[in-house]
């Protein structure tokens, strides 16, 4: 088994893990939410990205999966119940993020892994509002070793580079998810417009 094959088998049990210590009542409310993400409604605007604060259809993506996408909308929907704590370290990052929501939970342990998965094969989802920032690492992904773990702090992710290029994106991301936790599409919103601005 390759090693994306193997990280693919560990996120499959940790999120089934989840999943199961929230409790049968609890996963039927999750299947729910991811359905209804990623089913919702019409799109508003003429390219069908506008700003549709409901179906949110920025979070599809070329190349991401319903499921991927429906993720990104239980949490960007319920980012109130996250928190984060970031730490720079000299050559990557340690961070630990968390819900108070055992369904965001289990949305936020399968969207970690699951991305951590694509960066390690290089396979970038291209959702429709991800940074540029995230440019790097599907092409030096190879360059980053990350350890995942799902403790009760939380999903901690420790990523680190001995390419600096990389460093730097990693702790520039690092803030932009920060970010996304404490204040929702509107810091989506707030990041577009300034590199709109400096176009």
Do not use: C
């Amino acid at each position: 088994m390759t090693g994306f094959g193997k990280k693919a088998a560990i996120a499959a049990v940790v999120v089934s893990a989840v999943v199961a210590a929230v409790g049968y009542a609890n996963r039927d409310r999750l299947v729910y939410m991811l359905h209804s993400s990623a089913m919702g409604g019409h799109m508003h605007g003429a390219d069908g990205m506008g700003h549709d604060e409901v179906n949110m259809p920025g979070l599809r993506g070329a190349n991401a999966t319903d499921q991927e996408s429906a993720e990104l909308a239980v949490m960007f929907n319920n980012f109130k119940t996250l928190s984060r704590e970031v730490e720079n370290l000299p050559d990557g990052i340690r961070t630990v993020t968390r819900s108070s929501d055992p369904d965001v939970m289990a949305a936020l342990v399968s969207h970690v892994s699951g991305m951590i998965g694509r960066v390690e094969n290089l396979d970038d989802p291209q959702i429709f509002i991800q940074s540029p920032t995230l440019d790097i690492f599907f092409q030096r992904g190879d360059k980053i070793e990350t350890t995942i773990d799902v403790t009760d702090e939380g999903v901690v992710v420790v990523q680190t580079s001995a390419d600096p290029e990389v460093v730097t994106a990693l702790q520039v991301h690092a803030g932009e998810v920060s970010a996304m936790a404490e204040r929702g599409m509107e810091a989506v919103h707030e990041m577009m417009m300034a590199r709109g601005g400096n176009n």
